[in-house]
């Protein structure tokens, strides 16, 4: 497994809860949410610059 990059987040506390009890709903921890949100951000935003299909 490939060495993991570990940083300081500072937010809100608000939203650290938010991100807590969904979290929890998806039996993941926040750890693991903020990766899977940021993951699908990043998935979503590759999406939306690559060209359209050409047809035949």
């Known amino acids: 497994m490939s060495e993991?990059?570990?940083?300081?987040?500072?937010?809100?506390?608000?939203?650290?809860r938010e991100l807590?009890?969904?979290a929890a709903d998806d039996l993941r921890s926040v750890n693991a949410q903020v990766e899977w949100l940021l993951r699908e951000?990043?998935?979503?935003?590759k999406g939306g610059r690559e060209p359209p299909a050409r047809g035949p």
Do not use: G, N, S, T
Request: glycine share 0%; hydrophobic share 45%; charged share 45%.
């Open 4 to 16: 993991r990059k570990q940083f300081l987040l500072r937010i809100d506390p608000e939203l650290w």
């Open 20 to 22: 807590e009890r969904w």
């Open 41 to 45: 951000a990043v998935r979503r935003h």
